[in-house]
């Protein structure tokens, strides 16, 4: 599938919820329990993301010409947000990653809610995620 | 929604900011420790001010300008009605608690302390009545020592006194803990620190909404005050000082207004409480501030208190509750102190406070989540932070059953 298909599937899942802002949040705290977990030794502080309320931690792996992502968190919100960024983004290759764009957060309603200081957190995520594309693809 | 003393109704159709939806929900409020909604008559008041009286203080021959000046000092005599100063001269507006500690810190302490002497602190402190000490205390060679609590989050007053000698000089203590809600004996603390000639401030930032002021009786040297936790303007505040020490003190900043007579050889300064605010002050923040006073004082502090006090038993059984149905780790309550204001910290298992603050604002409710600057106590704890939920008098007991309901959800879904 490629990033537009992802999130547009993002998009109509949570659009089943209408304006019900407590059961999407619930939502995506059952997207982020179904993340694959982070292989232990990488959860380091050298693999948390900055500029986050609460801790993140992304680990990147390069696998023929794609980059692949495993990611936790220790809060449930952010975990569910960092695992729709994980199904959009890993597994594409640096130029894919680098050219997307993200729409899928103002669709499902949620910009207001991970907005403001706390979208400090996702954009930080975001920022972080395409520093390893644009890392891996020089590198190329 | 229902008190013997207050009528709850009439009162919230003075803060207009409480009837809105948040994420279509109706509006509940409970984060009034971090900041209190402002009633019609101080929004008005500002309104007015900006419309009718501004004009620049102090000095001016103009109409306008006598009637700014006296709208504004008419504030401080209130101010010092509100906390029984002896005198209006020692009322000083600041820009909030914060700078009122940082304005005693820097001008007592940078005249009175010398290394070694001693500044008492205690361990549930906001990060505004440490970080300022910590910064004289260094360029001073002062030393700070810091008062033990209890679990429960009360004060041990058995490790006070064995910390005070004629080594100290300042004892600088919150009224009211704003992450804990614990009420500190303040009577106790600075009748002791009195026996050794040290001098007290408190930091008042959490009490002046909740609990009766009196300064004298008290025998407070310093107390700091927050106008925005009582109802008022935010970027303003109080300083409180007792004439003599404020006299002894020198300026904290340089400037307008705060001067006798200015040459470059020698300027002179100004009397208090002139001698501390230095520049155009924030007047029609002050003049707004006189109607929370007002607003307040009708309703009255015992009131408030009676009232606020039995939201907070509400909370605390509702949550004693879920402890019951989930287990008592489930859910935690962090500030167990007998004597407390209307503020409830508590953590849930397997539950990131951040998390819970943001499930809870998808029902419209509001309340803090973090180490409410008070990263010392987390650490006592062994805590991140708390969610804290803060009451006043607008608040209602079915407001408090939303939240314990929307609680009860989610430790359902674990």
């Keep these: 599938m490629t990033i537009t298909e992802i999130q547009d599937d993002i998009i109509a899942d949570f659009s089943l919820f209408e304006d019900d802002m407590e059961s999407k949040l619930f939502y995506l705290m059952d997207l982020g329990k179904r993340l694959p977990p982070i292989t232990p030794a990488h959860q380091t502080e050298e693999y948390i993301v900055k500029g986050c309320q609460s801790k993140v931690w992304l680990f990147p792996v390069f696998e023929e010409g794609k980059l692949f992502f495993e990611a936790d968190s220790n809060t449930e919100i952010t975990k569910g947000l960092v695992s729709l960024l994980v199904k959009i983004w890993s597994g594409k290759t640096p130029e894919e990653i680098l050219s997307s764009e993200l729409y899928f957060i103002e669709k499902i309603g949620m910009s207001h809610m991970i907005g403001s200081q706390r979208s400090n957190g996702f954009s930080s995520m975001i920022k972080q995620m395409k520093m390893y594309a644009f890392a891996l693809n020089k590198a190329q | ?414």
């Design chain 2, 1 to 414: 929604m229902s008190s013997k003393l207050l009528n709850i109704e009439s009162i919230r159709k003075q803060f207009p900011i409480l009837h809105q939806k948040v994420n279509g929900k109706d509006l509940v409020y409970f984060d009034n420790a971090a900041t209190t909604q402002k009633p019609l008559s101080v929004i008005e008041s500002l309104n007015t001010y900006y419309s009718l009286h501004n004009a620049n203080i102090h000095r001016g021959a103009h109409t306008l300008a006598d009637r700014s000046t006296g709208l504004f000092e008419a504030t401080r005599k209130s101010v010092q009605a509100f906390i029984n100063a002896a005198e209006s001269e020692e009322i000083i507006f600041t820009k909030g608690v914060t700078e009122s500690i940082n304005l005693v810190a820097q001008s007592y302490g940078r005249k009175f302390l010398t290394a070694g002497d001693e500044i008492i602190l205690s361990q549930m402190e906001h990060h505004s009545n440490i970080v300022p000490w910590q910064i004289i205390a260094e360029e001073t060679g002062a030393i700070i020592k810091v008062m033990n609590i209890h679990p429960n989050g009360e004060l041990d007053m058995v490790h006070y006194q064995s910390l005070l000698s004629v080594r100290t000089k300042i004892v600088s203590c919150v009224w009211a803990s704003n992450a804990l809600g614990t009420i500190n004996p303040i009577k106790d603390i600075i009748a002791l620190a009195h026996q050794f000639n040290a001098v007290v401030m408190i930091d008042g930032a959490q009490a002046g909404s909740h609990i009766e002021i009196d300064v004298q009786d008290l025998a407070i040297d310093f107390l700091a005050l927050s106008s925005h936790k009582l109802y008022g303007p935010t970027g303003l505040g109080v300083l409180y000082g007792k004439r003599k020490l404020l006299e002894a003190m020198p300026p904290y900043q340089g400037g307008g207004e705060m001067i006798k007579e200015v040459s470059f050889e020698k300027t002179t300064y100004n009397s208090i409480p002139f001698k501390f605010e230095a520049g155009t002050p924030n007047i029609g923040d002050v003049i707004a501030f006189n109607e929370a006073i007002i607003y307040v004082t009708v309703l009255g502090k015992d009131a408030i208190a009676q009232y606020e006090q039995s939201l907070l038993t509400h909370f605390v059984n509702g949550l004693y509750a879920l402890q019951n149905t989930f287990g008592e780790k489930a859910i935690s309550l962090i500030g167990t102190a007998k004597n407390k204001v209307a503020v409830q910290s508590f953590v849930m298992e397997n539950k990131h406070h951040f998390d819970i603050g943001l499930m809870l604002d998808a029902k419209g409710i509001a309340v803090r989540t973090g180490h409410h600057c008070t990263q010392p106590l987390m650490h006592y704890y062994g805590i991140e932070g708390t969610v804290r939920a803060s009451f006043a008098f607008y608040n209602t007991v079915e407001e408090i059953d939303i939240l314990l309901e929307s609680l009860k959800k989610m430790l359902e879904r674990g």
